[in-house]
DNA sequence: TCTGGGGTCCTAGGACCC
DNA sequence: TCTGGGGTCCTAGGACCC
C-alpha cells in the first residue's frame, strides 16, 4: 500500500493575516513584528524583495521601513490563531484525516487518492482555503511527509508551479531533490547542513545518496527517518490528535531593562498565571514549576546574569493563586541585585490530567474553592479579556508590559476596552 | 535606546540497584 | 595479583521545528 500526502502551508501567514482585512495593504511591503516589536517574523513577498530577512530586529530597518513605506505591525495572535483555525476548518472537507502540523501548516493525509487526479484536486483545495478565508496557501503532494515538505517549498519557489506541486513519478521526484539545497530539507538545521557540506552532500538527493550506517552515526535515527522517507518509504505518520504537552512555558522579554524584584516579580506572576490557564484550557495540572531571569545576552557593558530554579509543588495544580505562590519562592531564591534583568519565563512540567492528582494528607489548601474561583476568572475573561480580572500578585503598574506599537484592530474577536479588577487572596 | 517565543526528540553519561 | 555486568532512571546538552 502506498501512502500519500498533501502539505498546506499559508504563504507569508501573518503578512495575509493583516491583509485579509485591510486589503490596501495589498501589493505593499507588510512586515509583522515579533512580541515586543523586536524583530521581523513575516514578510510579505515585497517585503522579501527589499532584501528584509525573517529575524532582522526592527530598529536596524527602520530606515528601510520609512523610506519604502514599509508597513509593520506589532503580532495580533488573536488574530493569527482566529484566521488559521478558519483555513484547518476549510482543509477538513477535503479529508477526514488531517494533521494541524503548526499555525500556518497542515497535512492532509490522501491515503489512496492515487486513482483521482490530483493536480486538480489540490488546485481546489488551494482555491477553496483563499476563497474561503482569504488567505493565499501553497499545496505540495508526494508519497511521505518530508517529500511533501519538499514539493510545497517547490510549489511556493516555482514559477511554473505557482503554488501546487504533485511529486509522485520517481523521475520528477528525483529532480525535485536535486532541486532542493540540502540545508532546505526538513529536518536539517545549520549544525547539519554545515557538517553535509563538509562531506560533499549539498542538495537533497545527495543526501539520499548516503549509507544509511553513516546517517546513523552522526544524525541518529531521526537522521535515518528523514532518509527513508526521502527515498519514498513513510516513516511519519499523520497525528490527527495532538499528543499532550509535556511542558508549557510563558516567557517574555520586557519592555524596558529591570531591576527591582518587585518589577521582576509582578511580571514572573502574569507568567505564572499565563501558564496556569493554558494548563486549565487543556483540562490538566502540573506538579513541577521552573522560573529563569536572564540580562540582556546583547548588551556588552551589563554584567550578565542567568539562573533557574525549579519547585516541586505539594499537589499537582492549575490555580493561578497556587502557581503564583511557589512561583514568586523559585524566583527570590536565584534574583540577584544589581543586575539589569531583561527577560524571565516560567515552566511547568509533569503535566498530568486534572483528574487523576494525587492529594496529599497535609494539604492545607481548600482546593475546592481555588477551582471555583478560577472558574468565574476564566469566564470573566474570556469574555471581557484578559486584563478584566487578575490575582493582585501580578501588580498594578505593569513596567514590565512589551512594546506593541504597531497592533492592529482585533478584527475577528473584538474586545472592549474594560478597567481591571484585582483580587486580592 | 531598540535583538521573539514555544515546543519536540535523541543521546551520552552518571547514579543507583541487584 | 586478579576487582562484574546488566538494567533502569535521570539529567544535561545538542539538534531540530514553526
Request: aromatic share 10%.
Amino acid at each position: 500500500m502506498t501512502s500519500l500526502f498533501a502539505l498546506c502551508d499559508c504563504n507569508n501567514f501573518y503578512a495575509s493575516c493583516e491583509r485579509v482585512f485591510d486589503p490596501s495593504l495589498n501589493e505593499k511591503p507588510v512586515v509583522v513584528l515579533s512580541n515586543n516589536d523586536g524583530c521581523v517574523i513575516a514578510r510579505s513577498n515585497e517585503a522579501k524583495a527589499l532584501g528584509i530577512q525573517m529575524g532582522d530586529p526592527f530598529f536596524q530597518i527602520r530606515n528601510l521601513v520609512e523610506h519604502k513605506q514599509v508597513h509593520a505591525f506589532s503580532s495580533n495572535y488573536v488574530l493569527y490563531g482566529d484566521m488559521s483555525d478558519r483555513v484547518m476548518q476549510t482543509l477538513s472537507q477535503f479529508t477526514p484525516h488531517v494533521e494541524i502540523y503548526s499555525i500556518d501548516e497542515c497535512f492532509l493525509d490522501l491515503g489512496d487518492f492515487y486513482d483521482i487526479d490530483l493536480f486538480s484536486y489540490a488546485w481546489e483545495i488551494k482555491r477553496t482555503v483563499t476563497r474561503w478565508t482569504g488567505i493565499p496557501v501553497s499545496l505540495g503532494v508526494a508519497p511521505t511527509k518530508a517529500l511533501a515538505k519538499v514539493a510545497n517549498k517547490l510549489a511556493k519557489k516555482s514559477a511554473k508551479a505557482n503554488g501546487v506541486l504533485v511529486l509522485t513519478e520517481p523521475y520528477h521526484i528525483q529532480k525535485a531533490l536535486e532541486a532542493t539545497k540540502v540545508e532546505d530539507v526538513w529536518g536539517i538545521g545549520g549544525q547539519y547542513a554545515k557538517f553535509l557540506k563538509k562531506h560533499n552532500i549539498h542538495t537533497a538527493l545527495d543526501f539520499t545518496n548516503a549509507s544509511e550506517n553513516w546517517v546513523r552515526k552522526h544524525m541518529t535515527v531521526v537522521g535515518v527517518r528523514l532518509l527513508k522517507e526521502l527515498k519514498g518509504e513513510s516513516c511519519l505518520e499523520l497525528e490527527e490528535v495532538a499528543p499532550a504537552k509535556k511542558g508549557i512555558c510563558t516567557s517574555r522579554s520586557f519592555g524596558t531593562k529591570l531591576t527591582s524584584l518587585k518589577d521582576v516579580k509582578e511580571a514572573t506572576a502574569s507568567y505564572a498565571a499565563k501558564c496556569a490557564k493554558k494548563l486549565r484550557s487543556q483540562k490538566s495540572c502540573a506538579r513541577l514549576v521552573t522560573v529563569f531571569v536572564q540580562t540582556n545576552p546583547f548588551s556588552e557593558h551589563d554584567r550578565q546574569y542567568y539562573n533557574s530554579r525549579t519547585i516541586a509543588m505539594p499537589v499537582a495544580t492549575n490555580s493561578d493563586i497556587e502557581l503564583i505562590h511557589y512561583a514568586t519562592l523559585a524566583l527570590k531564591a536565584i534574583f540577584k541585585p544589581n543586575y539589569y534583568y531583561k527577560k524571565s519565563g516560567v515552566i511547568v512540567t509533569e503535566i498530568i490530567p486534572e483528574n487523576q492528582i494525587q492529594f496529599d494528607l497535609l494539604d492545607t489548601v481548600d482546593r475546592d474553592k481555588h477551582s471555583s474561583l478560577m472558574k468565574v476568572m476564566d469566564k470573566l475573561t474570556d469574555r471581557f479579556g484578559r486584563s478584566m480580572v487578575q490575582v493582585a500578585a501580578q501588580g498594578l503598574n505593569k513596567n514590565w508590559l512589551l512594546k506593541s506599537d504597531y497592533k492592529s484592530p482585533y478584527y475577528t474577536t473584538r474586545v472592549e476596552e474594560i478597567p481591571t479588577v484585582y483580587i486580592r487572596i
